[in-house]
């Protein structure tokens, strides 16, 4: 007696599926719930597992090729005959019904995990980055007695020099804690950066570290087909761009007092939770929560209907071999900091590693996309339909700001500042609705009262 195997619904919008790779051939033993075949949806990519044991008698779907919801993938007979592939023979009673509509319980196989565990792909290697050469240190140059006994120690005016002579003996590689001054006081002159340079030495001087070249990919030079999913999100990008009016606006950000929290909690509550806490829980939290005060970043827009969700769904963006995957992270304005750092590092892990409920990547309402972990100050991200904003985050960076103390006075200091830049729908977001929002997310993140959001 053979059985078909259908095609199931991996999610609510999916309707079809591409064959990428079948994991088993005809004669082939196959057990419940072993892989039999890689299926790509413009959703995420899965394995179908097999609802019954037996062996493999037909193929009727080849790789690469596209077939709805429903539509029988192969035929697995008892296999108490042979063993051997005596497809021929049982397919000839069997007509596929590839185009027909399929019956209700077809969605059966979905009992079964579709999101069985895929074969490990190797992630990319990681390019370094070529190491910083310093400049190079000429040998301290034989000094004269005479010069060396200037008493530049016992004079004020000694370790003080000019920004010019500093950056003159910076190209010149000349080491200023070894040259001796001539000025008022022992002070370095250009001109003592000059007799360094020209100085003999008793050693010639360290050569330049060599430049270690990046690794050259091995898709240099080479061509491949798009994949279902690339193609699915060229798709939409160039759909989003085409249907939507975008634009993008900006802030920066002090968050000092969120680096210095995160310092001082980072031990209690990485044993609390199991995960390190970084940036994006905070930038999570102040975003989903200032989306209840501004309800047309959190829209889609349905032919002439705006549609206000009713809830803070929040798709992030993650990074994989195959493309951009965006799992969700729902209710996001209630969670705490603990199950929204914990929520994120189970996505991110299951996506790059291909175990991803299809469900779990749709009905987010709004986007974060963190373009600073790669060193990013900022971009300008596309929004994607039907959400009608996205905001991205730049790399946390200390940099010298004005700021003002409490006593109304201005001074320069070392602050971790950060740029977050929102990429809205102008159709529905004008410019003043999205820089409320921004003030907002801002002034929520400066402020860094999270001590009753941390949830450990």
Same mark, same amino acid.
């Given at each position: 007696? +053979?059985? +078909? ?23 082939? +033993?196959?057990?419940?719930?072993? &892989? ?14 097999? &609802? ?23 035929? /697995? ?68 007695? =005479? ?16 920004? @010019? ?47 270690? =070249? ?10 491949? =087909? ?51 806490? !970084? ?11 200032? @989306? ?43 969670? +705490? ?6 929520? /994120? ?8 590693? !291909?175990?991803?409920? &299809? ?10 996309? !963190? ?81 009753? !959001?941390?949830?450990?």
């Amino acid at each position: 007696m +053979s059985e +078909s195997v259908v095609l199931p619904a991996l999610g609510e919008s999916v309707t079809e599926g591409t064959v990428t790779r079948w994991l088993k051939k005809v004669g082939d +033993s196959v057990n419940v719930d072993e &892989p039999l075949v890689e299926v790509s949806t413009d959703k995420v990519d899965t394995e179908i597992p097999s &609802p019954v044991a037996g062996v493999i008698e037909q193929i009727l779907v080849q790789e690469d090729e596209t077939v709805q919801v429903g539509a029988v993938l192969v035929i /697995i007979g008892s296999g108490s005959a042979s063993a051997a592939p005596a497809a021929p023979a049982a397919a000839a009673p069997v007509a596929p019904p590839v185009v027909q509509t399929p019956p209700a319980p077809v969605a059966a196989p979905v009992a079964s995990p579709v999101v069985a565990a895929p074969p490990v792909v190797a992630a990319p290697p990681v390019v370094a980055a070529a190491p910083v050469v310093t400049p190079p240190v000429v040998a301290p140059p034989v000094v004269a007695a =005479p010069v060396v006994s200037v008493p530049a120690a016992s004079s004020t005016d000694a370790g003080y020099v000019t920004p @010019l002579v500093r950056k003159f003996a910076q190209d010149s590689g000349v080491d200023l804690s070894r040259v001796s001054g001539t000025g008022v006081g022992g002070r370095i002159r250009k001109e003592d950066v000059m007799a360094a340079t020209s100085a003999p030495t008793g050693s010639a001087a360290a050569p330049a570290a060599a430049h270690v =070249p990046a690794p050259v990919s091995a898709l240099r030079g080479t061509s491949e =087909p798009m994949s279902r999913l690339r193609k699915v999100l060229a798709e939409r990008a160039v759909a989003s761009m085409v249907s939507s009016a975008q634009l993008t606006t900006v802030v920066e950000v002090d968050v000092t007092r969120i680096a210095e929290m995160r310092k001082s909690i980072q031990a209690r509550f990485t044993a609390a939770t199991g995960t390190k806490l !970084n940036f994006m829980p905070f930038f999570f939290l102040a975003s989903a929560e200032a @989306l209840r005060s501004h309800p047309k970043l959190n829209a889609s827009i349905e032919g002439e209907t705006i549609n206000y969700h009713p809830s803070e769904n929040i798709s992030f963006a993650v990074d994989t071999e195959r493309g951009l995957l965006t799992p969700v992270i729902r209710d996001a304005s209630t969670l +705490s900091l603990a199950q929204i750092a914990q929520q /994120i590092a189970d996505l991110a892990s299951r996506t790059r590693e !291909n175990k991803l409920k &299809p469900d779990e990547m749709m009905g987010g309402t709004f986007t974060l996309t !963190n373009t600073g972990s790669r060193g990013a100050l900022f971009d300008t991200p596309v929004v994607f339909l039907p959400q009608v904003a996205i905001l991205g985050t730049g790399v946390v960076q200390k940099r010298p700001v004005v700021i003002t103390g409490s006593d109304g006075q201005e001074s320069i200091a070392i602050r971790s500042m950060v740029y977050l830049a929102l990429s809205y729908d102008h159709r529905l977001v004008d410019g003043a609705d999205a820089s409320r929002y921004l003030v907002d997310v801002k002034a929520r993140l400066e402020e860094a009262n999270f001590q009753n !959001n941390l949830g450990i």
